[in-house]
């Protein structure tokens, strides 16, 4: 099994797309775009993924939450997204299980590295993505071509036919 823990703030200050969106000062469209991504990549590769934003700035308690089978956490009060990647990393690995940290953070990729666990840079997670999309893409398109209209093979009168009924035409 494979598990990716995501330092969600990191990544999105690393992509463009991301990026642009916070500096336009809508960080939790920024947020929610990260998190629609991750769960098109986990749905393709069958990867757990686990996103961590940073809350140390944040009064309260910690946050977590599914969203479309997604872990995403904010830290609690003084605790930084990296502290948290680490002990995550720590708890999650064994035998069985790869663990993988997306961050362009060189000492966090070095620290979770030392711990046993591989580094994923943000160009590299956002290579990764561009690549499951494109290939989403296309077995969209070959499903699409493949199944038929109908179950039966019709001559393009009568689909004209059965189209406008369908549309409630005459």
């Known amino acids: 099994m494979n598990i990716l823990i995501v330092d969600g703030y990191n990544i999105i200050g690393a992509w463009p797309a991301l990026r642009r969106l916070k500096e336009e000062g809508d960080l939790a469209a920024a947020r929610d775009l990260l998190i629609d991504k991750m769960a ?3 749905g393709f590769t069958g990867d757990h993924v686990v996103i961590v934003f ?12 599914k969203h479309y089978d ?3 956490i904010f830290t609690k009060e003084h605790e930084t997204a990296d502290e ?15 663990v993988y940290v997306a961050t362009s953070d060189y000492t966090e990729q070095w620290t979770v590295f030392s711990q046993g666990a591989l580094r ?6 956002l290579y990764e993505i561009e690549t ?5 893409s296309k077995k969209l398109r070959d499903i699409r071509y493949r199944t038929p209209i109908s179950k ?18 005459k």
């Open 152 to 169: 039966m093979p019709l001559n393009d009168k009568v689909a004209e036919i059965f189209e406008k009924w369908r549309r409630g035409q």
């Open 70 to 72: 997604i872990d995403v």
């Open 54 to 65: 940073d809350a140390h700035l944040v009064q309260g308690n910690e946050k977590k939450y």
């Open 40 to 42: 098109d990549y986990k």
């Open 120 to 125: 994923k840079s943000a160009r590299e997670l």
């Open 84 to 98: 948290r990647i680490e002990r995550l990393a720590k708890t999650f690995m064994n035998a069985r299980t790869k």
């Open 132 to 136: 499951v999309e494109r290939d989403i």
